[in-house]
């Protein structure tokens, strides 16, 4: 038995990571300490917990901790970010959405490509160089496609040496967007020079940019090529657009970000002013969870700090906050491993950095003014939600983690299940699941909703077995299911084998396939139709089918496919893929010619000739 005061007498004086865990075994928080015996016992004491609403919150859910010693404090912050990362424990501040950010990625090859990259991933063999993270997709496609517009660069998926002269050159290349590596057309010494300067205008290095493409458009015009002039006169004021944005300058010339907080209620904001080569490129806000009115500024700014340069593909050599954080000198090293160079955190009291720092918190100011009511409007709304929806139920408190199935399938052809989570009246996409139906054959829901909920539960019994923390380690507060009373019925029936206790209702709809109202206890629920407890209803009914159907089209594309190019000589499973994920569909492949069938990843002439008159045959 685990007795809390015995175990705080072990604790040793020592730097390192705790972990604080609830009855249920989930870590509820991380921390580190540069004194594990000093910092634990701290959350312990009457005086500390009375002093601040969310310790004492956390401390009354806290039945065991554990705890990892470390070397030293760097040591300690690392392994910090690890466990947050891999747990998000309900009571550390984390960056509200927890979203991955995209990239922009040099790709790691022969002739290299600029593209767009939904995350950095270098784990499973994705390597490059990474630019970034981006707050949003928007701004990369921006930057790319001013860098198309002014280097004709390969976008293909051909591999080299290896597709060296095969087939003809693409389409980009006839329309003047690709100069043809592929064919040699470029030497690739030059080809590399381009792919330099793209990189250095993605690093904000716009004037060699700005002075090339001059130079190019004067010599044109001189030449009384005023059509080509003038579409360098355009590239030239696209270029200019997009460093309207990037009027702060100084005279420096260093990289460094510029870290702003605001605050309002209980809601966080950090804003971020990106400034590369003594120009900022971009600013970019981002909201923080678990930020109670009495906690420190110092605390949030440095957990924004440890998530979101810990994921980051640049640090600058400088950080100039608002605040420093209690842990400065520790992050500063911390922040110094990571880039490999020395990186500073500072507080500027006077001067350019001040003075644009000063804009930041301004700009902060707006930014929480702007988005706060609608923060707040939306938090209000969706805890009425589940708290209406909680007083229909009767259920004792109102449920925070929400679970929605789904049944997809056409006379029992492919059938699938889906599970939806929606926390605090939320979509959770994260934690979004995929079944495809093994062991039921034939349009039979009932068994279809039984074997999806049993394998769901058994994953998250053996995941407590084990001890660890997996995709199905967390419990909903409250089942729903799309279907009447059968499904509700069978789903009961597997969570009664497994001795598992979660309230279970159905969400039935009319005649008209809208939402109608809840089955719970073998009894039809109505709600007001303009309540938001009967909103949400609604919200989770549709996704959780459009989840469904989504899944279950894509696997009887799939099947289509199968059925038509496994009859082509020469297609097997992987040019079936890569042709699958090129063309996205069966006409667009039938409508290829030989030439944008060979440029497809894996495919030659000869295979490409096959597909071309197969469809072609009579």
């Not at 950090?270 to 009495?294: A, D, L, S, W, Y």
């Not at 700014?301 to 420093?324: C, N, S, T």
Request: proline fraction near 5%; hydrophobic fraction near 35%.
């Amino acid at each position: 038995m685990f007795s809390i005061p015995d175990e705080l007498k072990k604790l040793p004086s020592k730097p390192g990571v705790y972990l604080m865990k609830d009855e249920s075994n989930h870590v509820i928080y991380v921390g580190k300490a540069i004194n594990l015996r000093n910092r634990v016992r701290s959350y312990f004491r009457s005086s500390t917990a009375a002093s601040d609403p969310k310790v004492r919150s956390m401390v009354t859910h806290i039945t065991h901790f554990e705890y990892i010693v470390t070397d030293n404090e760097v040591e300690a912050i690392i392994l910090e970010c690890n466990l947050i990362k891999q747990h998000t424990p309900k009571y550390n501040i984390r960056l509200k959405d927890n979203k991955a950010y995209p990239y922009i990625k040099v790709t790691e090859e022969r002739l290299p490509r600029i593209v767009y990259a939904h995350q950095r991933d270098q784990k499973r063999g994705k390597t490059g160089k990474f630019f970034g993270p981006y707050p949003s997709g928007d701004r990369i496609r921006e930057i790319l496609n001013l860098i198309h517009d002014i280097w004709p660069l390969r976008r293909c998926h051909r591999r080299f040496p290896r597709d060296y002269d095969k087939g003809r050159p693409c389409l980009q290349y006839h329309i003047g967007h690709c100069k043809a590596p592929c064919h040699r057309y470029i030497a690739e010494e030059e080809y590399q020079q381009m792919i330099n300067e793209a990189i250095s205008l993605i690093q904000g290095k716009i004037a060699p940019v700005v002075e090339k493409l001059s130079q190019k458009m004067e010599a044109h015009s001189e030449a009384l090529e005023f059509e080509k002039a003038a579409e360098l006169r355009d590239l030239l004021q696209a270029l200019k657009m997009l460093t309207e944005k990037q009027k702060a300058e100084n005279t420096s010339g260093d990289d460094r970000d510029v870290i702003a907080l605001a605050r309002k209620d209980d809601e966080s904001l950090v804003q971020v002013f990106f400034v590369r080569n003594g120009k900022m490129i971009g600013r970019e806000h981002f909201m923080m969870q678990n930020t109670p009115q009495n906690f420190p500024n110092e605390d949030i700014l440095e957990a924004f700090i440890k998530q979101f340069y810990g994921e980051a593909a640049f640090i600058p050599k400088e950080l100039v906050i608002v605040q420093a954080p209690s842990d400065r000198e520790n992050i500063s090293n911390w922040l110094t491993q990571l880039k490999g160079q020395r990186v500073h955190i500072t507080v500027p009291q006077k001067g350019e950095k001040h003075q644009l720092l000063q804009l930041a918190v301004r700009n902060a100011d707006l930014t929480m003014e702007q988005f706060g009511m609608h923060i707040k409007r939306e938090a209000t709304r969706n805890q009425s939600a589940i708290s209406e929806l909680a007083e229909a139920l009767q259920l004792s408190e109102p449920p925070a983690r929400i679970e929605a199935y789904d049944i997809s399938n056409i006379q029992g052809f492919e059938s699938v299940g889906s599970m939806v989570v929606f926390e605090d009246g939320k979509s959770k996409n994260s934690d979004y699941r995929k079944f495809k139906i093994k062991g039921v054959h034939g349009p039979n829901d009932y068994a279809s909703m039984e074997e999806i909920i049993t394998r769901r539960f058994k994953r998250y019994l053996n995941e407590q077995k084990e001890k660890e923390e997996g995709k199905f380690s967390k419990l909903p507060d409250l089942l729903m299911i799309d279907g009447g009373k059968g499904q509700v019925h069978a789903a009961e029936e597997v969570l009664i084998q497994m001795g598992i206790s979660i309230p279970v209702c159905g969400m039935v709809k009319d005649d008209r396939h809208r939402t109608r109202g809840l089955i719970y206890q073998d009894v039809e629920i109505s709600m007001p139709r303009n309540s938001e407890g009967f909103r949400l209803i609604t919200r989770i009914q549709d996704e959780v089918h459009r989840f469904a159907l989504e899944y279950h089209r894509k696997l009887r594309a799939d099947s289509q496919v199968r059925s038509v190019l496994d009859d082509i000589t020469g297609i097997g499973p992987t040019r079936r893929k890569a042709l699958m994920r090129h063309f996205k569909g069966i006409d667009p492949i039938r409508r290829a010619s030989i030439e944008e069938l060979a440029l497809v990843d894996t495919m030659n002439q000869k295979s490409a000739e096959a597909v071309y008159n197969f469809f072609r045959s009579p």
